[in-house]
């Protein structure tokens, strides 16, 4: 069964400490991203990756940053929490092509206090 | 730019009734169209997806249709059931031209009563 993982469901953190969110995927795909889902919002796009190393900032990437190292994973990176990033993250990944589908992972809901 | 617009929910039916949530797009080029559908707690899953006009997605009981005149691609089901309840989101993906990045709708919540 394919499968996108995410390092943790529920993560309590204090305003100011660096936050890692890690994603990791088994399809051998190229494509990878992290969402912010807040109610009202739908889905915002943080950051993508299409390649390892590679990275491009999607529609809100302020207060983030990301790292691919290797194909199969994607980590998310809070330099400084804050309350307003208190959110549901989500994962993705997906094969090139505008006929393949994203596949998502669980997300991690993140609150900072 | 590619957009796509949802009904605003939440969408509160009966177990048993049908459904539409209704979804239209506008897009540059010839996008392949995608239902998710989040479940409480859960993230993302596809639903179905259709890649060319006229084409018919379905899955668990649901279809959704390409329609490229109308620029629509509304969610339909004959016979909700309470485990439909979840978060539905529209979807689409131009098809050609390096295509990394899907453009979503804001969601369509759905609630099943007994």
């Known amino acids: 069964d394919v499968k996108v993982t995410q390092s943790s469901r529920y993560l309590v953190k204090r305003t100011g400490e660096k936050v890692f969110l890690e994603c990791v995927q088994d399809m051998d795909h190229e494509n990878m991203f992290w969402y912010r889902q807040d109610p009202g919002l739908g889905l915002r796009l943080i950051y993508f990756?299409?390649?390892?190393?590679?990275?491009e900032k999607g529609d809100i990437p302020e207060g983030y940053s990301v790292s691919r190292e290797k194909k199969e994973r994607f980590s998310l990176i809070l330099e400084s929490a804050s309350t307003n990033q208190t959110s549901m993250y989500l994962c993705?990944?997906?094969?090139?092509?505008?006929?393949?589908?994203?596949?998502f992972g669980p997300g991690t809901r993140l609150t900072v206090l | 730019g590619d957009s796509v617009t949802q009904m605003e929910g939440p969408v509160t039916l009966s177990e048993e009734a049908f459904l539409t949530i209704n979804c239209t797009y506008t897009?540059?080029?010839?996008?392949?169209l995608f239902w998710y559908v989040q479940y409480p707690g859960e993230g993302l899953q596809l639903l179905l997806k259709a890649t060319k006009a006229d084409d018919k997605g379905s899955n668990k009981g649901f279809e959704a249709t390409y329609r490229k005149e109308t620029t629509s691609f509304h969610l339909e089901k004959g016979s909700v059931q309470v485990s439909d309840s979840a978060v539905y989101f529209c979807?689409?993906?131009?098809?050609?031209?390096?295509?990394?990045?899907?453009?979503f709708g804001r969601g369509t919540s759905l609630i099943v009563h007994p």
């Open positions: 990756s299409y390649d390892v190393k590679m990275k």
């Open positions: 979807a689409l993906k131009e098809a050609s031209g390096g295509s990394y990045i899907p453009t």
């Open positions: 993705a990944s997906s094969a090139h092509g505008g006929l393949n589908e994203q596949f």
């Open positions: 897009a540059t080029g010839y996008p392949s």
